[in-house]
């Protein structure tokens, strides 16, 4: 690989345009080599503000030979498509996540990483985030003993458009939203052996004619014996609130707190504080430190620490998830 490494950016959305701008200028490991998207114009935008190379699409960027890695940000809908064609052409892949919306596409992903042999890393920044990070050392240091609950809640300030809420465009609210907590239980907690979950639109009823929810819940059982519960909302209102808490049998960890500023306003009758107003202030630095690992990792030969298995296997509880939803019973991962 060239040094520094030559990434190119396919999705420029508010998160794939941030990305692009992370390797413009904040990662010395790296240099934004090259970008696209459909929207002509934010890719001319990106390209000018940074120099880096405008493609036309995925296939032309992925024909360079000077580029060494893809960053994957477009819609869900076409990781498959984009993250095969990479490995194909030997690249190395960072993939947002999910994986896929479709088990059969994520499991095409990983034969495609597997049979080309390309570096490959799944995007879950909530373990990059210094409290979550911290979380796991300390579990696995033993310091709140054996794990027995697992306890997750994701609230969106307001929820997306309808038409991105469309089980067919985000996968539904267990996948676009839970599959974070999802992942969390597994690293936290170990593998899911059973789950049951229950869930409306009673936030906004025009969410049901699309076909999803916006207020649900998902108890898990581990293999461990070990009991989680997982709470997913889009109406917080006050702002967008990410914790999580795990119980042990020697102590408990708890994770995240609804303040986007270290300031408590103490007056007459009142006690208040702000609240996080969205996912990119909450988590901005653990999206850095995520790509600062993926260039490390990659300049210096180290696997990824989160992996297609990692996708499929949060993938797999989603699924259960919302098959439970729709079932109205207890399902398996291994179902899936």
Not at 227 to 232: D, E, M
Request: aromatic share 8%.
């Amino acid at each position: 690989m060239h040094s520094p490494i030559n990434i190119g950016v396919v999705g420029l959305g508010r998160l794939g345009a941030l990305y692009a701008y992370h390797f413009a200028s904040r990662l010395p490991g790296a240099c934004l080599h090259s970008v696209t998207d459909v929207r002509r114009e934010a890719c001319e935008a990106v390209s000018a503000a940074t120099g880096a190379r405008a493609f036309e699409d995925h296939k032309s960027l992925l024909a360079d030979p000077d580029l060494d890695a893809v960053v994957i940000m477009t819609p869900t809908k076409l990781h498959a498509e984009v993250a095969i064609s990479a490995a194909e052409a030997g690249k190395a892949i960072f993939c947002e996540k999910p994986l896929a919306l479709d088990l059969g596409e994520s499991e095409a992903i990983a034969a495609a990483v597997a049979k080309h042999d390309v570096f490959f890393h799944l995007g879950f920044m909530r373990r990059f985030d210094n409290a979550y990070a911290a979380a796991w050392k300390r579990i696995h240091n033993g310091d709140i003993g054996r794990p027995l609950v697992f306890k997750s809640s994701s609230r969106d300030q307001f929820p997306p458009p309808l038409d991105y809420l469309r089980p067919e465009s985000s996968g539904g609210l267990f996948i676009d939203m839970g599959i974070h907590d999802f992942d969390l239980a597994r690293w936290f907690m170990g593998e899911v052996a059973e789950v049951h979950s229950a869930g409306a639109a009673i936030g906004d009823p025009r969410i049901a004619e699309v076909g999803d929810v916006d207020n649900a819940f998902t108890t898990l059982n581990f293999q461990s014996g070990a009991l989680g519960l997982v709470s997913l909302s889009r109406n917080g209102i006050y702002g967008y609130a990410i914790d999580t808490e795990i119980v042990g049998d020697e102590g408990t960890l708890r994770i995240g707190s609804d303040r986007h500023t270290d300031l408590l306003v103490l007056t007459k009758n009142n006690v208040s504080h702000d609240t996080v107003p969205g996912f990119l202030e909450r988590f901005e630095q653990a999206y850095l430190t995520q790509l600062e690992d993926f260039v490390a990792n990659l300049a210096n030969g180290r696997p990824a620490p989160i992996t297609c298995a990692d996708g499929i296997a949060a993938q797999r509880i989603a699924l259960a998830a919302t098959r439970s939803l729709h079932e109205r019973r207890n399902v398996s991962p291994a179902e899936i």
